[in-house]
């Protein structure tokens, strides 16, 4: 059975940093090009980073180039997507997803994927 199970959101002050993590089990996630998304309320979802599959090609959204890093440990199965310098309108639920064919500029920009985990929440407030 493919899963992914996500973990290290939480309540975070403005100006904090959350890691979360993106662990896989029944796939071997080298296969696969590793996305973080995010849907905060009333919005849609959108690709935040992604990363291709031995990690040489990466993507950010802008809103968070220079605040958070997308990386993949092949070796434990896990994605992770380390958050600093947080902001309230980081605040969403994140998810991990997995696509098997594409780019991370594919799979971020046009949110393809074949595999969703049920997300982890991220709130950033005072």
């Known amino acids: 059975q493919l899963q992914f199970v996500e973990s290290g959101g939480g309540l975070v002050q403005p100006g904090g940093s959350l890691r979360l993590s993106c662990a896989a089990s029944g796939f071997t996630l080298d296969d696969y090009v590793i996305g973080w998304f995010r849907q905060a309320p009333g919005k849609e979802r959108e690709g935040v980073s992604c990363?291709?599959?031995?990690?040489?090609?990466?993507y950010y959204i802008d809103s968070v180039k220079g605040r958070f890093t997308i990386s993949r440990d092949n070796g434990k199965n896990t994605a992770y997507l380390q958050m600093n310098s947080l902001k309230p309108e980081d605040t969403a639920v994140y998810y991990c997803?997995?696509?098997?064919?594409?780019?991370?500029?594919?799979?971020?920009?046009?949110?393809?994927?074949?595999?969703w985990g049920h997300g982890t929440q991220v709130s950033v407030s005072s």
């Open positions: 990363i291709s599959k031995r990690g040489l090609n990466l």
């Open positions: 997803a997995a696509v098997q064919l594409g780019t991370v500029q594919s799979m971020c920009v046009q949110r393809t994927a074949e595999y």
